[in-house]
């Protein structure tokens, strides 16, 4: 495990940086030719759904790794990873709640959003009775667990009904 972080060390030094001493802001209307600008455009997929496909929304609200974040007409770029939690999607005054797994999301130049991730459910369809259930489960199993991996497993189980209820 070490010599791998130290072979992206070493990569990392002979990456080409970016100059940004050009004074540039890269805010999202930078570079948008006005057709974009006041609006924000979102795409929304997981493996077997797409949910929202490149529409017009108010704003999204994302479970990042660094904390939950709302993004808006406008936003900066950034790219940021997503852990299990709820994604709301403001469009036309309504709010859609979703419970997600893990993902990616891209706030684009040209005020464009995609989001991707690996499960995605109406949060309204959840049942925290059954996530309750499930959560027991999880953790008899992750007590019983022998291998590192059913470990994990199981970890990640108990993680996400802990998520879940917590949301519900």
Aim: proline share 4%; charged share 25%; hydrophobic share 40%.
């Amino acid at each position: 495990a070490s010599s791998m972080l130290r072979r992206a060390v070493a990569r990392s030094l002979f990456v080409a940086r970016p100059n940004f001493s050009s004074g540039n802001r890269f805010y999202a209307d930078a570079a948008s030719a006005g057709s974009t600008k006041g609006k924000l455009f979102l795409s929304f997929v997981c493996p077997y759904d797409i949910i929202v496909n490149n529409e017009e929304i108010d704003s999204v609200t994302v479970p990042a790794e660094e904390g939950r974040f709302g993004i808006f007409p406008d936003h900066v770029p950034a790219i940021s990873q997503l852990s299990a939690g709820v994604i709301e999607v403001s469009q036309n005054k309504q709010v859609k709640k979703y419970f997600v797994g893990a993902g990616f999301v891209g706030v684009h130049a040209n005020s464009t959003c995609h989001i991707s991730v690996t499960e995605a459910f109406p949060l309204d369809q959840l049942d925290k009775t059954n996530a309750q259930q499930g959560l027991e489960e999880a953790k008899k199993e992750l007590a019983a667990s022998t291998s590192e991996k059913a470990k994990i497993e199981n970890r990640i189980r108990v993680e996400t009904f802990e998520s879940i209820i917590s949301e519900l």
